[in-house]
């Protein structure tokens, strides 16, 4: 069996994972990054993306991440995200509700639209459809 480090994925109102994994790949802001055991300490920016966690027993697991934090230490990874949410928690639809929302109001740009919040909520809404498409791929 591959060596495992603790890892806990929190979000401000629950932590959504607590165990222990062989591997993590998450968002950074300058790209997406990889962990395992032993990897050196380090804390990091995390960017709106996937986290895929290899669980000690080799199942994947899949989470939509708006951005927050990684940090690494001798004793495990801490994962504090702003907003995060598992692929067997998203709602579909309402994320392909929120996609169409969101390009419906970059497409017309009317006074009054706020094209930053509109991107960021296009981002957010592909990040968690993509999240429960590559969990229904890769398991």
């Keep these: 069996m591959p060596p495992v480090f603790d890892l806990r994925i929190m979000a401000p109102d629950h932590a959504l994972f607590e165990g222990r994994a062989q591997a993590l790949v998450a968002p ?5 990054f990889g962990v395992l055991a032993h990897h050196a300490p380090m804390v990091t920016e995390l960017g709106p993306g996937a986290l895929k966690v ?9 989470f939509a991440v708006s951005a927050g934090f990684l940090e690494v230490r ?11 949410e598992a ?10 509700a929120a996609e169409e929302r969101a390009r419906r109001r970059l497409r017309d740009r009317g006074s009054g639209i706020d094209v930053a919040r509109a991107e960021t909520a296009l981002r957010r809404a592909l990040v968690r459809l993509g999240v ?7 398991g």
């Design 74 to 84: 001798q004793d495990g990874v801490t994962v504090l995200a702003d907003a995060a």
């Design 87 to 96: 692929a067997s928690e998203i709602d579909v639809n309402r994320a392909r």
């Design 132 to 138: 429960v498409e590559k969990s229904r791929t890769t």
């Design 28 to 32: 950074g802001r300058e790209g997406s």
């Design 54 to 62: 290899t669980e000690a027993d080799g199942q994947r697991r899949h």
